[in-house]
């Protein structure tokens, strides 16, 4: 038989089964068998000296904000692709009707992607609520709340419509009731809920406290949303998960009282899962420089260092990025903490960035690294084995 595709003399990364040096026959797009014989294929890729790896799932993306999706997704997804990243996950903002709203943007997607792509669908409002059965019918099974807004921080941009140029503001009050009744919603269905874990009233009056004070360094923004505002929000979004049997994702966790709160909750029974991303393992408040101003903030060298310790003993579950493509300009903004847009890029630059801080520093090793970026998020997802893995049908 002649296949379509031949990866030859490589090292297969397989997580769970380790380092297998085998060829690689591909039909269809999907692995068709393994042999160590010689395979007739159109294409030959010679991958001798080379490890292979599970095309890499980037659970948490932003796009489609400052641009709309039928541009954003065309060069954010070849970034992906750069990157070794095979599928991103889109961290949806729709203002307005999912149901009014929806197909649009997955039409759009569907003609603009080079990779595979899925969608987060957030909550940003009672009537999203009603239309997570919609959603669900439509191929979403996994729901975001922004528990970080509400109050004095409510505002937000969301995500611009199909071929527009005009970029989406709204105000999103993510109270208990918002809160509760989305868990209750979500559990209903046996879908996943993602909580981004921030107490938006603390971080306010933190805020304000610094601006009085005329603070204005990457240091202020990780004092001005401190992690006790995540280790809280963590406890209480977990207490209401567990009570109504709904299981729970936690993304961009970065400090070591969110560590802690997330280790207890689990001794507690919650069904969580944990996400940290690239920067909160490599940089600190020492960078000193705004273009690091990202929510949650990243925190102190110690920090950093239990972040690490927390992805080699399996408490981080996977790695995400959450990627933000925003231009320099905008990103600046008048060169101080306040005015500087947060989050930057990451997608293109994930694997890099561990295999060189992961694993070439002796950290983890490749098979680790295979799991985090590919098969756990594949499994939480609900991609396995179709992902996640290099295995026949994958």
């Given at each position: ?7 030859a003399?490589?090292?297969?990364v ?8 085998t ?16 395979v007739?294929?159109?294409?030959m ?41 095979t599928?991103?996950?889109r961290?949806f903002r729709?203002y ?6 929806l197909n649009?943007?997955l039409e ?10 899925a969608?987060h669908?957030s909550?940003?409002?009672?009537e ?15 729901f975001?709340?922004?528990m ?16 527009t ?14 809160v509760?009744?989305t868990?209750?919603?979500v559990?209903?269905h ?23 004070e005329?603070?204005?360094s ?5 004092e001005c949303r ?19 049997k ?14 802690d ?14 996400e ?9 408040t ?13 925190r102190?060298?110690e ?14 579950n ?35 960035v561990?295999?060189?801080?992961g ?19 594949a ?16």
């Amino acid at each position: 038989m002649t296949f379509d595709l031949a990866i030859a003399n490589g090292s297969i990364v397989v997580p769970g089964a380790g380092i297998i040096n085998t060829n690689i026959a591909i039909k269809d797009g999907k692995v068709a068998e393994f042999t160590s014989d010689e395979v007739q294929a159109n294409r030959m890729i010679n991958a001798e000296g080379l490890y292979v790896l599970p095309g890499a799932i980037d659970p948490h993306v932003h796009y489609g904000v400052y641009t709309s999706i039928d541009k954003a997704a065309q060069t954010e997804s070849r970034s992906a692709a750069i990157g070794g990243v095979t599928t991103m996950m889109r961290m949806f903002r729709l203002y307005g009707s999912y149901k009014e709203k929806l197909n649009s943007h997955l039409e759009a997607s569907a003609k603009s992607h080079i990779v595979d792509y899925a969608y987060h669908a957030s909550i940003l409002m009672p009537e999203h609520v009603n239309e997570i059965e919609y959603c669900i019918n439509n191929g979403i099974t996994s729901f975001k709340l922004y528990m970080n807004l509400n109050g004095e921080l409510s505002s937000i941009y969301m995500d611009m419509d199909p071929y527009t140029e005009k970029m989406i503001s709204g105000n999103v009050n993510t109270d208990d009731d918002l809160v509760l009744s989305t868990i209750k919603a979500v559990a209903s269905h046996n879908a996943l809920l993602i909580a981004h874990a921030e107490d938006p009233y603390v971080c306010h009056a933190e805020m304000e406290r610094a601006k009085r004070e005329g603070k204005n360094s990457l240091y202020t923004w990780s004092e001005c949303r401190p992690s006790r505002s995540e280790h809280d929000t963590i406890v209480k979004v977990s207490k209401l998960a567990r009570k109504n049997k709904c299981k729970l994702y936690l993304p961009h966790i970065g400090s070591s009282l969110a560590i802690d709160a997330i280790k207890s909750e689990r001794m507690n029974g919650a069904e969580l899962f944990v996400e940290t991303c690239p920067h909160y393992l490599t940089h600190s408040t020492d960078f000193q420089n705004i273009t690091a101003k990202v929510v949650p903030p990243i925190r102190s060298k110690e920090d950093v260092k239990r972040m690490w310790d927390a992805v080699i003993d399996g408490t981080v579950n996977c790695i995400g990025t959450d990627h933000v493509a925003n231009r320099l300009s905008m990103k600046k903004g008048n060169d101080d903490i306040w005015s500087a847009l947060a989050g930057f890029p990451g997608i293109a630059t994930m694997l890099p960035v561990l295999l060189s801080e992961g694993v070439n520093k002796g950290r983890i090793r490749l098979e680790k690294l295979a799991a985090l970026t590919s098969f756990n998020t594949a499994e939480i997802f609900s991609m396995f084995p179709r992902k996640g893995t290099i295995a026949i049908d994958s």
